[in-house]
Nanobody
Framework: QVQVAESGGGLVQAGGSLRLSCAAS????????MGWYRQAPGKQRERVAV???????NYADSVKGRFIISRDNAKNTVFLQMNSLKPEDTAVYYC????????????????WGQGTQVTVSS
């Protein structure tokens, strides 16, 4: 059994900052990619930022220069530091983890957290 849990959402004024955290726990052999996605009302879920266990990162154009993704591989944890927030960043933010569950199973499994609400007021 694997659990992915986010924390750190909330209400902030435009121009402010928030830091989201996400931890994967349970029957995990190794975590390959961890990432953040978001879904605003009436819109499709979009990728915000991803991080590989090798240290590579990728950001959506809309957040480049404002958001920073980081990881603690030893704790299977990923963070999203969100600066200079805008009202259009308002969404439910979801964390996901692509991982191996055991050394004998080469399949990569994707797990999602339950989401955390981020609201940016103007």
């Amino acid at each position: 059994q694997v659990q992915v849990a986010e924390s750190g959402g909330g209400l902030v004024q435009a121009g402010g900052s928030l830091r989201l955290s996400c931890a994967a726990s349970g029957s995990i052999f190794s975590v390959n990619v961890m990432g953040w996605y978001r879904q605003a009302p009436g819109k499709q879920r979009e990728r915000v930022a991803v991080s590989t266990n090798g240290g590579s990162t990728n950001y959506a154009d809309s957040v480049k220069g404002r958001f920073i993704i980081s990881r603690d591989n030893a704790k299977n944890t990923v963070f999203l530091q969100m600066n200079s927030l805008k009202p259009e960043d308002t969404a439910v933010y979801y964390c996901n983890a692509d991982l191996l569950r055991s050394s004998s199973d080469p399949s990569v499994y994707r797990y999602w957290g339950q989401g955390t609400q981020v609201t940016v007021s103007s």
